[in-house]
């Protein structure tokens, strides 16, 4: 099993920016060994949504909707992924999800981070 930590979700003016953070670490006490990273968002009353991802050789791949805005990064020493956030949209609005795949133990979900983009 791995634990996942996000922060920084929040308010944020159209245009503006965000800088969500996702910390992995194990709960089992043997090694565990990270695949690929991503965020995911849900908006209200819709599916949820691949944002990006990333793998262990920082291969990055974006939804059509955030390319040129979003982008991904790693810390492989830290098991920890980014999503830095620029030029805001009201349609960014939803909760964040972090997506860990992890070698034994497949997908891990993060509880969430809600980012509000205001108009």
């Known amino acids: 099993q791995v634990q996942l930590v996000e922060s920084g979700g929040g308010l944020v003016q159209a245009g503006g920016s965000l800088r969500l953070s996702c910390a992995a670490s194990g709960t089992s006490g043997r090694i565990f060994v990270i695949n690929t990273m991503g965020w995911h968002r849900q908006a209200p009353g819709k599916q949820r949504e691949l944002v990006a991802r990333?793998?262990?050789?920082?291969?990055?791949k974006y939804a059509d909707s955030v390319k040129g805005r979003f982008t991904i990064s790693r810390d492989n020493l830290k098991d920890t992924v980014y999503l830095e956030m620029n030029s805001l949209k009201p349609e960014d609005t939803g909760v964040y999800y972090c997506?860990?795949?992890?070698?034994?133990?497949?997908?891990?979900w993060g509880q969430g981070t809600q980012v509000t983009v205001s108009s």
């Open positions: 990333i793998d262990s050789s920082h291969n990055a």
């Open positions: 997506n860990v795949q992890e070698m034994w133990s497949g997908n891990n």
